[in-house]
Protein backbone atom coordinates (compact mmCIF):
# COMPACT_ATOMS: atom_id res chain seq x y z
CA UNK A 1 0.00 0.00 0.00
CA UNK A 2 1.31 3.64 -0.80
CA UNK A 3 3.11 5.58 2.29
CA UNK A 4 0.11 8.51 1.75
CA UNK A 5 -2.64 6.30 1.74
CA UNK A 6 -1.41 4.59 4.78
CA UNK A 7 -1.05 7.48 6.55
CA UNK A 8 -4.52 9.41 5.47
CA UNK A 9 -5.88 5.74 6.77
CA UNK A 10 -4.24 6.37 10.48
CA UNK A 11 -5.65 10.19 10.48
CA UNK A 12 -9.54 8.61 9.30
CA UNK A 13 -9.13 6.12 11.90
CA UNK A 14 -7.88 8.25 14.72
CA UNK A 15 -10.57 11.23 13.87
CA UNK A 16 -13.43 8.68 13.70
CA UNK A 17 -12.39 7.89 17.08
CA UNK A 18 -12.72 11.01 18.56
CA UNK A 19 -15.59 12.19 16.59
CA UNK A 20 -17.12 8.65 18.33
CA UNK A 21 -16.38 10.17 21.74
CA UNK A 22 -17.56 13.18 20.81
CA UNK A 23 -21.24 11.95 19.55
CA UNK A 24 -20.85 9.76 22.92
CA UNK A 25 -20.72 12.71 25.19
CA UNK A 26 -23.15 14.73 23.76
CA UNK A 27 -25.68 11.51 23.96
CA UNK A 28 -24.78 11.22 27.31
CA UNK A 29 -25.43 14.96 28.55
CA UNK A 30 -28.96 15.46 25.93
CA UNK A 31 -30.26 12.21 27.16
CA UNK A 32 -29.18 11.51 30.54
CA UNK A 33 -28.58 15.64 31.80
CA UNK A 34 -31.47 17.19 29.38
CA UNK A 35 -29.24 19.60 28.69
CA UNK A 36 -26.05 20.55 26.94
CA UNK A 37 -24.68 23.85 26.01
CA UNK A 38 -21.65 24.77 23.72
CA UNK A 39 -19.57 26.00 26.45
CA UNK A 40 -19.75 21.89 27.62
CA UNK A 41 -19.63 20.88 23.77
CA UNK A 42 -16.29 22.46 24.16
CA UNK A 43 -14.97 21.20 27.42
CA UNK A 44 -16.13 17.66 26.35
CA UNK A 45 -14.32 18.06 22.91
CA UNK A 46 -11.31 19.52 24.37
CA UNK A 47 -11.26 16.51 27.09
CA UNK A 48 -11.57 13.40 24.30
CA UNK A 49 -8.80 15.17 22.22
CA UNK A 50 -6.42 14.40 24.64
CA UNK A 51 -7.95 11.14 25.76
CA UNK A 52 -7.62 10.41 21.64
CA UNK A 53 -4.08 11.59 21.66
CA UNK A 54 -3.20 8.89 24.81
CA UNK A 55 -5.13 6.11 23.25
CA UNK A 56 -2.96 6.27 20.14
CA UNK A 57 -0.26 6.66 21.79
CA UNK A 58 -0.64 3.39 23.77
CA UNK A 59 -1.40 1.89 20.15
CA UNK A 60 1.08 2.86 18.59
CA UNK A 61 4.10 2.05 21.50
CA UNK A 62 2.25 -1.41 21.72
CA UNK A 63 2.37 -1.91 18.11
CA UNK A 64 5.47 -0.91 17.26
CA UNK A 65 7.80 -1.72 20.10
CA UNK A 66 5.82 -4.15 22.07
CA UNK A 67 4.16 -6.39 19.54
CA UNK A 68 7.39 -6.95 16.80
CA UNK A 69 9.64 -7.20 19.78
CA UNK A 70 8.01 -9.07 22.30
CA UNK A 71 4.79 -10.79 21.55
CA UNK A 72 5.58 -12.03 18.31
CA UNK A 73 9.03 -13.51 19.48
CA UNK A 74 6.56 -15.77 22.02
CA UNK A 75 7.77 -13.64 25.06
CA UNK A 76 4.09 -13.33 26.34
CA UNK A 77 5.10 -13.00 30.03
CA UNK A 78 7.59 -9.69 29.33
CA UNK A 79 5.12 -8.77 27.15
CA UNK A 80 2.06 -8.38 29.82
CA UNK A 81 4.18 -6.99 32.31
CA UNK A 82 5.80 -4.17 29.61
CA UNK A 83 2.54 -3.57 28.77
CA UNK A 84 1.44 -2.53 32.52
CA UNK A 85 4.65 -0.33 32.68
CA UNK A 86 3.30 1.30 29.58
CA UNK A 87 -0.40 1.84 31.02
CA UNK A 88 1.34 3.03 34.65
CA UNK A 89 3.98 5.33 32.01
CA UNK A 90 0.56 7.05 30.89
CA UNK A 91 -1.48 7.16 34.03
CA UNK A 92 0.42 10.13 35.54
CA UNK A 93 -0.83 12.09 31.91
CA UNK A 94 -4.24 10.82 32.47
CA UNK A 95 -4.34 12.08 35.92
CA UNK A 96 -3.29 15.47 35.30
CA UNK A 97 -6.01 15.65 32.39
CA UNK A 98 -8.71 14.63 35.04
CA UNK A 99 -7.15 16.78 38.13
CA UNK A 100 -5.86 20.06 36.11
CA UNK A 101 -7.54 20.56 32.96
CA UNK A 102 -11.04 19.38 34.45
CA UNK A 103 -10.20 21.90 37.36
CA UNK A 104 -9.36 24.65 35.04
CA UNK A 105 -12.62 23.89 33.04
CA UNK A 106 -14.38 23.99 36.79
CA UNK A 107 -16.17 20.92 35.16
CA UNK A 108 -15.55 17.26 36.96
CA UNK A 109 -16.62 13.83 34.95
CA UNK A 110 -17.42 11.51 37.91
CA UNK A 111 -18.87 12.10 40.70
CA UNK A 112 -16.25 10.32 43.13
CA UNK A 113 -13.04 11.54 44.72
CA UNK A 114 -10.07 10.51 41.51
CA UNK A 115 -6.79 8.66 42.56
CA UNK A 116 -4.06 7.63 40.71
CA UNK A 117 -4.51 4.04 41.01
CA UNK A 118 -8.23 4.29 40.38
CA UNK A 119 -6.59 6.38 37.07
CA UNK A 120 -4.41 3.04 36.41
CA UNK A 121 -7.18 1.25 36.36
CA UNK A 122 -9.03 3.30 34.05
CA UNK A 123 -6.41 3.44 31.17
CA UNK A 124 -5.83 0.28 31.39
CA UNK A 125 -9.59 -0.93 30.94
CA UNK A 126 -10.29 1.79 28.45
CA UNK A 127 -6.66 0.66 26.63
CA UNK A 128 -7.36 -3.01 26.27
CA UNK A 129 -9.61 -2.77 22.76
CA UNK A 130 -6.32 -0.51 21.75
CA UNK A 131 -3.38 -3.08 22.81
CA UNK A 132 -5.53 -5.66 21.01
CA UNK A 133 -6.07 -3.49 17.68
CA UNK A 134 -2.07 -2.58 18.09
CA UNK A 135 -1.44 -6.92 18.09
CA UNK A 136 -3.43 -7.24 15.22
CA UNK A 137 -1.76 -4.37 13.20
CA UNK A 138 1.63 -5.73 13.98
CA UNK A 139 0.79 -8.73 12.48
CA UNK A 140 -0.17 -7.10 9.74
CA UNK A 141 2.41 -4.71 9.45
CA UNK A 142 5.22 -7.64 9.99
CA UNK A 143 3.50 -9.79 7.50
CA UNK A 144 3.35 -7.00 4.44
CA UNK A 145 7.05 -6.19 5.25
CA UNK A 146 8.11 -9.88 5.43
CA UNK A 147 5.84 -10.33 1.57
CA UNK A 148 7.84 -7.47 0.62
CA UNK A 149 10.96 -8.35 1.39
CA UNK A 150 10.56 -11.97 -0.15
CA UNK A 151 9.61 -10.11 -3.34
CA UNK A 152 12.76 -8.51 -3.55
CA UNK A 153 14.83 -11.31 -2.52
CA UNK A 154 13.03 -13.09 -5.48
CA UNK A 155 13.41 -10.29 -7.74
CA UNK A 156 16.78 -9.57 -6.97
CA UNK A 157 17.42 -13.98 -7.21
CA UNK A 158 15.29 -13.44 -10.87
CA UNK A 159 17.35 -10.49 -11.95
CA UNK A 160 20.38 -12.13 -11.51
CA UNK A 161 19.29 -16.05 -13.03
CA UNK A 162 18.61 -13.75 -15.88
CA UNK A 163 21.74 -12.03 -16.42
CA UNK A 164 23.34 -15.23 -15.76
CA UNK A 165 21.36 -17.01 -18.87
CA UNK A 166 21.99 -13.98 -20.66
CA UNK A 167 25.75 -13.89 -20.49
CA UNK A 168 25.75 -17.90 -21.85
CA UNK A 169 26.56 -16.81 -25.00
CA UNK A 170 27.20 -19.46 -27.38
CA UNK A 171 31.42 -18.87 -27.96
CA UNK A 172 31.44 -21.30 -31.21
CA UNK A 173 30.26 -19.07 -33.69
CA UNK A 174 32.01 -16.23 -32.20
CA UNK A 175 35.23 -17.46 -32.19
CA UNK A 176 34.51 -19.34 -35.36
CA UNK A 177 33.44 -15.75 -36.45
CA UNK A 178 36.97 -14.41 -35.37
CA UNK A 179 38.96 -16.66 -37.74
CA UNK A 180 36.67 -16.62 -40.20
CA UNK A 181 37.30 -12.14 -40.55
CA UNK A 182 41.24 -13.22 -39.72
CA UNK A 183 40.87 -15.13 -42.55
CA UNK A 184 39.37 -12.64 -45.06
CA UNK A 185 42.10 -9.74 -43.60
CA UNK A 186 44.74 -12.16 -44.17
CA UNK A 187 43.61 -12.86 -47.63
CA UNK A 188 42.78 -9.03 -48.41
CA UNK A 189 39.13 -10.04 -49.02
CA UNK A 190 37.03 -6.96 -49.93
CA UNK A 191 34.33 -8.90 -47.41
CA UNK A 192 36.69 -8.50 -44.63
CA UNK A 193 35.55 -4.79 -43.43
CA UNK A 194 31.60 -5.49 -44.23
CA UNK A 195 31.94 -8.55 -42.05
CA UNK A 196 33.90 -7.22 -38.95
CA UNK A 197 31.57 -4.12 -39.07
CA UNK A 198 28.43 -7.07 -39.06
CA UNK A 199 30.47 -8.33 -35.57
CA UNK A 200 30.65 -5.11 -33.87
CA UNK A 201 27.08 -4.30 -34.27
CA UNK A 202 26.49 -7.99 -32.76
CA UNK A 203 28.41 -7.58 -30.10
CA UNK A 204 27.34 -4.17 -29.62
CA UNK A 205 23.99 -5.17 -29.14
CA UNK A 206 24.66 -8.27 -26.60
CA UNK A 207 26.66 -5.75 -24.87
CA UNK A 208 23.88 -3.11 -24.52
CA UNK A 209 20.01 -4.18 -25.47
CA UNK A 210 20.78 -7.23 -23.00
CA UNK A 211 20.32 -5.22 -20.42
CA UNK A 212 17.17 -3.96 -21.27
CA UNK A 213 14.08 -5.79 -20.14
CA UNK A 214 12.43 -5.87 -23.88
CA UNK A 215 13.78 -4.51 -27.07
CA UNK A 216 12.09 -3.84 -30.84
CA UNK A 217 12.13 -7.29 -32.17
CA UNK A 218 13.23 -5.54 -35.57
CA UNK A 219 16.26 -4.97 -33.70
CA UNK A 220 16.29 -8.97 -32.61
CA UNK A 221 15.19 -9.25 -36.47
CA UNK A 222 18.66 -7.65 -37.45
CA UNK A 223 20.60 -9.42 -35.49
CA UNK A 224 19.36 -12.78 -36.44
CA UNK A 225 20.16 -11.75 -40.06
CA UNK A 226 23.28 -10.33 -39.63
CA UNK A 227 24.17 -13.61 -37.54
CA UNK A 228 22.93 -15.42 -41.10
CA UNK A 229 25.35 -12.75 -42.71
CA UNK A 230 28.10 -13.44 -41.11
CA UNK A 231 27.87 -17.51 -41.51
CA UNK A 232 27.64 -16.65 -44.86
CA UNK A 233 30.38 -15.13 -45.22
CA UNK A 234 32.55 -17.08 -43.00
CA UNK A 235 31.49 -19.97 -45.56
CA UNK A 236 32.84 -18.32 -48.45
CA UNK A 237 29.23 -18.36 -50.06
CA UNK A 238 28.75 -22.44 -49.56
CA UNK A 239 26.30 -21.38 -46.44
CA UNK A 240 22.65 -22.07 -47.82
CA UNK A 241 20.56 -20.49 -44.79
CA UNK A 242 16.93 -19.04 -45.89
CA UNK A 243 15.36 -16.46 -43.45
CA UNK A 244 11.74 -15.66 -44.09
CA UNK A 245 10.02 -12.72 -42.59
CA UNK A 246 6.26 -12.89 -42.76
CA UNK A 247 4.02 -10.26 -41.32
CA UNK A 248 4.36 -7.10 -39.74
CA UNK A 249 7.13 -7.03 -36.72
CA UNK A 250 7.43 -3.33 -36.73
CA UNK A 251 6.86 -1.79 -33.05
CA UNK A 252 6.73 -5.09 -31.63
CA UNK A 253 8.56 -6.06 -28.48
CA UNK A 254 10.81 -8.97 -27.20
CA UNK A 255 13.01 -9.78 -24.70
CA UNK A 256 16.25 -9.64 -25.99
CA UNK A 257 18.20 -12.73 -27.56
CA UNK A 258 16.22 -14.62 -27.35
CA UNK A 259 15.63 -16.14 -30.73
CA UNK A 260 19.67 -16.44 -30.94
CA UNK A 261 20.05 -19.85 -29.01
CA UNK A 262 17.89 -21.78 -31.46
CA UNK A 263 19.70 -19.91 -34.58
CA UNK A 264 23.30 -20.79 -32.89
CA UNK A 265 21.82 -24.49 -31.99
CA UNK A 266 21.40 -24.99 -36.07
CA UNK A 267 24.93 -23.75 -36.85
CA UNK A 268 26.48 -25.92 -34.43
CA UNK A 269 24.90 -29.29 -34.58
CA UNK A 270 23.25 -29.29 -38.34
CA UNK A 271 24.51 -28.70 -42.22
CA UNK A 272 24.20 -25.30 -43.61
CA UNK A 273 26.44 -26.79 -46.78
CA UNK A 274 23.70 -28.69 -48.72
CA UNK A 275 21.87 -26.84 -51.44
CA UNK A 276 19.28 -29.39 -51.79
CA UNK A 277 18.57 -29.17 -47.51
CA UNK A 278 19.23 -25.95 -46.46
CA UNK A 279 18.74 -24.60 -43.18
CA UNK A 280 15.44 -23.07 -42.78
CA UNK A 281 14.41 -19.89 -40.28
CA UNK A 282 10.86 -18.82 -40.54
CA UNK A 283 9.34 -15.83 -38.39
CA UNK A 284 6.07 -14.83 -38.51
CA UNK A 285 4.24 -12.09 -37.16
CA UNK A 286 0.11 -12.46 -36.33
CA UNK A 287 -1.39 -9.35 -34.07
CA UNK A 288 0.40 -9.91 -30.79
CA UNK A 289 1.84 -13.06 -31.18
CA UNK A 290 4.59 -14.51 -32.46
CA UNK A 291 5.83 -17.87 -34.48
CA UNK A 292 9.35 -18.81 -34.87
CA UNK A 293 10.84 -22.29 -36.82
CA UNK A 294 14.07 -23.25 -37.38
CA UNK A 295 14.90 -26.36 -39.00
CA UNK A 296 18.11 -28.25 -40.45
CA UNK A 297 19.66 -31.57 -41.09
CA UNK A 298 22.10 -32.94 -38.39
CA UNK A 299 25.28 -33.26 -38.91
CA UNK A 300 26.20 -37.64 -38.90
CA UNK A 301 30.07 -35.71 -38.24
CA UNK A 302 29.30 -33.77 -35.32
CA UNK A 303 32.02 -34.43 -32.43
CA UNK A 304 30.03 -32.71 -29.73
CA UNK A 305 26.88 -35.05 -29.30
CA UNK A 306 25.54 -33.30 -25.55
CA UNK A 307 25.19 -29.73 -26.67
CA UNK A 308 21.36 -28.04 -25.89
CA UNK A 309 22.71 -26.43 -23.15
CA UNK A 310 22.17 -22.57 -25.28
CA UNK A 311 18.24 -24.46 -25.53
CA UNK A 312 18.18 -25.53 -22.11
CA UNK A 313 18.78 -21.58 -20.95
CA UNK A 314 16.72 -19.93 -23.08
CA UNK A 315 13.47 -22.64 -21.89
CA UNK A 316 14.44 -21.46 -18.54
CA UNK A 317 14.08 -17.60 -19.64
CA UNK A 318 11.38 -18.20 -21.24
CA UNK A 319 9.81 -19.87 -18.02
CA UNK A 320 10.73 -16.97 -16.10
CA UNK A 321 9.34 -14.07 -18.39
CA UNK A 322 6.56 -15.51 -20.29
CA UNK A 323 4.76 -17.76 -17.93
CA UNK A 324 2.02 -19.46 -19.63
CA UNK A 325 2.55 -17.15 -22.49
CA UNK A 326 4.99 -19.68 -24.69
CA UNK A 327 5.24 -22.93 -26.55
CA UNK A 328 8.04 -24.46 -27.25
CA UNK A 329 8.46 -27.74 -28.76
CA UNK A 330 11.51 -29.55 -30.23
CA UNK A 331 11.41 -32.26 -32.67
CA UNK A 332 14.22 -34.37 -33.37
CA UNK A 333 14.32 -37.17 -35.60
CA UNK A 334 16.80 -39.66 -36.98
CA UNK A 335 18.00 -36.91 -39.46
CA UNK A 336 16.30 -33.32 -38.65
CA UNK A 337 15.91 -31.08 -35.84
CA UNK A 338 13.16 -28.72 -35.73
CA UNK A 339 12.42 -26.20 -32.93
CA UNK A 340 9.01 -23.89 -33.13
CA UNK A 341 8.29 -21.42 -30.70
CA UNK A 342 5.12 -19.69 -30.57
CA UNK A 343 5.07 -16.74 -28.10
CA UNK A 344 2.73 -14.38 -26.74
CA UNK A 345 4.53 -10.92 -27.17
CA UNK A 346 4.24 -8.20 -24.26
CA UNK A 347 2.96 -5.42 -26.43
CA UNK A 348 3.58 -2.03 -29.20
CA UNK A 349 6.35 -0.42 -28.66
CA UNK A 350 5.95 4.07 -28.67
CA UNK A 351 7.90 3.82 -31.92
CA UNK A 352 6.43 1.90 -35.00
CA UNK A 353 7.87 3.54 -37.75
CA UNK A 354 11.54 2.20 -36.33
CA UNK A 355 13.86 2.07 -38.58
CA UNK A 356 17.46 -0.02 -37.50
CA UNK A 357 20.51 1.67 -39.04
CA UNK A 358 24.12 0.29 -38.72
CA UNK A 359 26.38 1.50 -36.31
CA UNK A 360 29.27 2.89 -36.70
CA UNK A 361 32.60 0.80 -36.17
CA UNK A 362 34.38 3.83 -34.08
CA UNK A 363 31.52 4.64 -32.09
CA UNK A 364 33.06 3.90 -28.37
CA UNK A 365 31.24 0.93 -26.49
Same mark, same amino acid.
Given at each position: ??????? !????? #?????????????????? #????????? $????????? #??? =???? $? $?????? $??????? !????????????????????????????????? /?????????????????????? /???? =????????????????? =????????????????????????????????????????????????? %?????????????? @????????????????????????????? /? %????????????????????????? @???????????????????????????????? /???????????????? =????????????????????????? #?????????????????????????? @???
Amino acid at each position: MHKKKII !LFHVL #FWFFDFFKDVVYGFQYYY #FYESQYTLG $ALAKTTAID #FVR =TLLM $A $AIFYAN $ASLLVPR !LFGKGKYGLYAVSVLLLVALFTPVHYLLETVLI /NYFNWATYGREITMIWIFQSVL /NASV =TYLMLGIAYGYVVNYFK =TQEEKKKLEQAKLTTELAFLRSQINPHFLFNTINDIYALTYQKSELAPE %ALLKLSGLLRYMLR @ESEQKQVLLTKEADYLQDVVDLQKIGLKG /N %AFIEFEQEGSINGKLIAPLMLIAFV @ENAFKHGVCTDPDNPIEMHLRVENDTLYFTVF /NQKNKDQKDKTGGIGL =TNVRRRLELLYPEKYNLTITEEEHT #FKVALTLQLAGKSINPDHKPTKPALT @EAY
